[in-house]
């Protein structure tokens, strides 16, 4: 007689244990619904704002290209002057990390 009373409530949570499963199988797939919209939204987003900035950085790099083509002479001195601004900062930081 006991055997049938331990067989029904193991049988009882068992259920209980499958009810549940189902539960926690429906709810992570709501929220991995959610979480897959979020992240395709945040990828259009992501999308729309690095194709702006590209095209903002072609625009500046046509207009430096266009500026250097317009005054070589001021080009090169720049170049010149970076160069040699470089040249010493490395000179310093390397007397200062010995």
Known sequence: M????????????????????SKL?????????AASSRADEAISSAKTTVSDIADQARYEGRNVV?????NPTATSSILLGTAL???FAGLVV???SD
Do not use: C, M, P, T
């Open 85 to 87: 601004l470089g040249f």
């Open 94 to 96: 390397g007397k200062l």
């Open 2 to 21: 006991a055997d049938v009373s331990v067989d029904k409530d193991i049988n009882a949570q068992l259920e209980e244990l499958r009810n549940q499963i």
């Open 25 to 33: 199988s429906a709810d992570l797939g709501k929220r991995l619904d």
């Open 66 to 70: 266009q500026a250097a083509r317009d």
